[in-house]
T-cell receptor, first 112, second 116 residues
Framework: GNSVTQMEGPVTLSEEAFLTINCTYT??????LFWYVQYPGEGLQLLLK?????DKGSNKGFEATYRKETTSFHLEKGSVQVSDSAVYFC???????????FGKGNQVVVIP | DTGVSQDPRHKITKRGQNVTFRCDPI?????LYWYRQTLGQGPEFLTY????????KSRLLSDRFSAERPKGSFSTLEIQRTEQGDSAMYLC??????????????FGQGTRLTVV
């Protein structure tokens, strides 16, 4: 079936450090790929998306590139801030009903 | 429009009781989705509606679960004879009805259910 795998465990890093969260997917066909973010006490928010191979999604300094050859959609940010502390979910959906399949999420903690 | 709203935000119930949650989607959105999220996991799809029609149900949605969207606007999710394993965050999302790849789902803040 269609699934998303995120790297294990929380991520703790210092302010201004480089952030990478790995995401790989298993799917038939050509899904759309997403990163959602959940800040403390808030609902899931779409951070960025890419709908076809080699597309790069970007928002708020975060970037992710849809890599069909490696079935990956890794999230990166060059210089994190304390306000980036949140849980990040990678997800995919299919053309049609747009329902989402999520990874387990990664807690990111940025220390001043 | 204030986005997707869910009620209640928190619910504590005794095992065996019935509970009902409500979701009010963004008003112009045709599609409405329910997801369940347990601790340390990502949300898992339960069911979705296109207007008032329930078009897909996950195998996670046992016979004790029922969802409705009677007029194509708000939706309710009912769990009968709750079990401790039903304890989770129940998330509602809505999106426009198009089939295009750029259709974005907007999530509510969820209803946290605790079965004791």
């Amino acid at each position: 079936g269609n699934s998303v795998t995120q790297m294990e465990g929380p991520v703790t890093l210092s302010e201004e450090a480089f952030l990478t969260i790995n995401c790989t997917y298993t799917a038939t066909g050509y899904p759309s790929l997403f990163w959602y973010v959940q800040y403390p006490g808030e609902g899931l928010q779409l951070l960025l998306k890419a709908t076809k191979a080699d597309d790069k999604g970007s928002n708020k300094g975060f970037e992710a590139t849809y890599r069909k050859e490696t079935t990956s959609f890794h999230l990166e940010k060059g210089s994190v801030q304390v306000s980036d502390s949140a849980v990040y979910f990678c997800a995919l959906s299919y053309y049609g009903n747009n329902r989402l399949a999520f990874g387990k999420g990664n807690q990111v903690v940025v220390i001043p | 429009d204030t986005g997707v709203s869910q009620d209640p935000r928190h619910k504590i119930t005794k095992r065996g009781q019935n509970v009902t949650f409500r979701c009010d989607p963004i008003s112009e959105h045709n599609r409405l989705y329910w997801y369940r999220q347990t601790l340390g996991q990502g949300p898992e799809f339960l069911t979705y509606f296109q207007n008032e029609a329930q078009l897909e149900k996950s195998r996670l949605l046992s016979d004790r679960f029922s969802a409705e969207r009677p007029k194509g606007s708000f939706s309710t999710l009912e769990i009968q004879r709750t079990e401790q394993g039903d304890s989770a965050m129940y998330l509602c999302a809505s999106s426009e009805g198009g089939t295009g790849r750029n259709t974005e789902a907007f999530f509510g803040q969820g209803t946290r259910l605790t079965v004791v």
